[in-house]
């Protein structure tokens, strides 16, 4: 198989699992609060809880490998582990915001604010890994922005029951904060990969996504223990009337999560951090009408604007991708042309 035909079958694979887990991770987080879960520090642990998972295909890539040569299981070396377990301590951060925020918002006004995060990887990209810009990335950071902040004029009216104004903002406020760190991890990933002194290899990004979700859980398992999680884990939850349904959204919730996070490290490597966040974007209004169809939740004028100039942006973005690569093919071509043999005709 050559190598191009591999690059886009990762692509796609990886579109795959960062569509279920990001469209479905959000949902069945809500699906705990929403049932009487209150623990948001288990919940931040459920995040990449998944993470033994990845062991399965670094077994298969050691298999092949071993085949082949004498190699060792893993292949991280030690700047690139230290460099994960910082990336790890900073996606446990992200994971208590962004539970402590959807523990209050509906999962469409929370995904809504999450489309912010766009602008900040932006930001984030172009100082730290000199991410280039043209008027089509702008128009779609713009539009995005705009599209989170109308969510701010409209406070009460999306509040879920029985919470107050206060934790409302406080939900929203948390959700953004999450935005923008992980608009932060996600270049510092791509930075980490350009100023690795090894070849990086897709087995190196799974190695590398098995120890920064390893560090984020024990940081948010360090959380659970101080505030008393074990005590309470199963004594709230509503679901079906038992603790088998809980102890299945539990699973489940390990397993998507851990393909939202597989997905976006994976779109960095085949391409780059700002294109891992466009797609986490993209998919944020599916997201937003499963949450309306499977929750009811409530969808105003202010969320349609939001969702509206969301899709603009997204469109803006890839109408800007595909008219570069066409600009890009076309001198291709040209050179091509002009490198055949011309043969006179003769009369």
Same mark, same amino acid.
């Given at each position: 198989?050559?190598?191009?035909?591999?690059?886009?079958?990762?692509?796609?694979?990886?579109?795959?699992?960062?569509?279920?887990?990001?469209?479905?991770?959000?949902?069945?987080?809500?699906?705990?609060?929403?049932?009487?879960?209150?623990?948001?520090?288990?919940?931040?642990?459920?995040?990449?809880?998944?993470?033994?998972?990845?062991?399965?295909?670094?077994?298969?890539?050691?298999?092949?490998?071993?085949?082949?040569?004498?190699?060792?299981?893993?292949?991280?070396?030690?700047?690139?582990?230290?460099?994960?377990?910082?990336?790890?301590?900073?996606?446990?951060?992200?994971?208590?915001?962004?539970?402590?925020?959807?523990?209050?918002?509906?999962?469409?006004?929370?995904?809504?604010?999450?489309?912010?995060?766009?602008?900040?990887?932006?930001?984030?990209?172009?100082?730290?890994?000199?991410?280039?810009?043209?008027?089509?990335? *702008?128009?779609?950071?713009?539009? #995005?922005?705009? $599209?989170?902040? %109308?969510? !701010? =004029?409209?406070?009460?009216?999306?509040? &879920? +029951?029985?919470?107050?104004?206060?934790?409302?903002?406080?939900?929203?406020?948390?959700?953004?904060?999450?935005?923008?760190?992980?608009?932060?991890?996600?270049?510092?990933?791509?930075?980490?990969?350009?100023?690795?002194?090894?070849?990086?290899?897709?087995?190196?990004?799974?190695?590398?996504?098995?120890?920064?979700?390893?560090?984020?859980?024990?940081?948010?398992?360090?959380?659970?223990?101080?505030?008393?999680?074990?005590?309470?884990?199963?004594?709230?939850?509503?679901?079906?009337?038992?603790?088998?349904?809980?102890?299945?959204?539990?699973?489940?919730?390990?397993?998507?999560?851990?393909?939202?996070?597989?997905?976006?490290?994976?779109? *960095?490597?085949?391409?780059?951090? #700002?294109?891992? $966040?466009?797609? %986490?974007? !993209? =998919?944020?209004?599916?997201?937003?009408? &499963? +949450?309306?169809?499977?929750?009811?939740?409530?969808?105003?004028?202010?969320?349609?604007?939001?969702?509206?100039?969301?899709?603009?942006?997204?469109?803006?973005?890839?109408?800007?991708?595909?008219?570069?690569?066409?600009?890009?093919?076309?001198?291709?071509?040209?050179?091509?042309?002009?490198?055949?043999?011309?043969?006179?005709?003769?009369?």
């Amino acid at each position: 198989m050559s190598k191009k035909k591999m690059k886009t079958g990762l692509v796609i694979i990886n579109c795959i699992i960062l569509a279920i887990g990001n469209c479905g991770g959000p949902l069945i987080t809500r699906l705990y609060f929403r049932n009487g879960g209150k623990r948001i520090w288990f919940s931040s642990f459920l995040q990449t809880a998944g993470c033994p998972i990845i062991l399965f295909p670094l077994l298969f890539s050691f298999l092949r490998r071993k085949e082949a040569t004498t190699t060792p299981f893993f292949l991280i070396k030690p700047p690139l582990f230290l460099a994960s377990i910082v990336i790890g301590l900073l996606t446990g951060v992200d994971n208590y915001l962004y539970a402590y925020g959807l523990a209050y918002l509906p999962v469409s006004t929370s995904s809504l604010v999450i489309s912010s995060q766009l602008a900040f990887t932006a930001f984030f990209a172009f100082f730290m890994v000199k991410q280039k810009f043209t008027p089509f990335i *702008i128009n779609a950071v713009v539009l #995005l922005t705009l $599209g989170a902040g %109308i969510l !701010a =004029l409209h406070t009460d009216g999306d509040k &879920l +029951a029985k919470e107050t104004h206060k934790e409302y903002i406080v939900g929203f406020l948390m959700t953004l904060a999450a935005a923008i760190l992980y608009a932060f991890v996600l270049p510092l990933v791509e930075l980490t990969y350009k100023k690795a002194r090894q070849r990086i290899s897709y087995t190196l990004v799974l190695e590398m996504q098995l120890v920064l979700c390893f560090v984020a859980t024990c940081f948010c398992l360090v959380g659970m223990l101080a505030d008393g999680d074990f005590k309470e884990l199963a004594r709230d939850f509503k679901l079906g009337g038992s603790t088998t349904y809980y102890y299945v959204v539990v699973v489940f919730t390990a397993i998507i999560w851990q393909g939202f996070f597989l997905g976006s490290i994976g779109m *960095i490597f085949c391409a780059s951090s #700002l294109v891992s $966040g466009i797609l %986490i974007c !993209a =998919l944020l209004p599916l997201t937003e009408v &499963l +949450a309306v169809f499977f929750f009811r939740e409530k969808f105003q004028a202010e969320k349609s604007i939001s969702l509206f100039l969301s899709l603009w942006g997204f469109v803006s973005y890839f109408y800007g991708q595909i008219k570069a690569e066409n600009k890009t093919e076309t001198p291709d071509q040209e050179a091509q042309l002009s490198q055949l043999p011309v043969i006179d005709s003769v009369a």
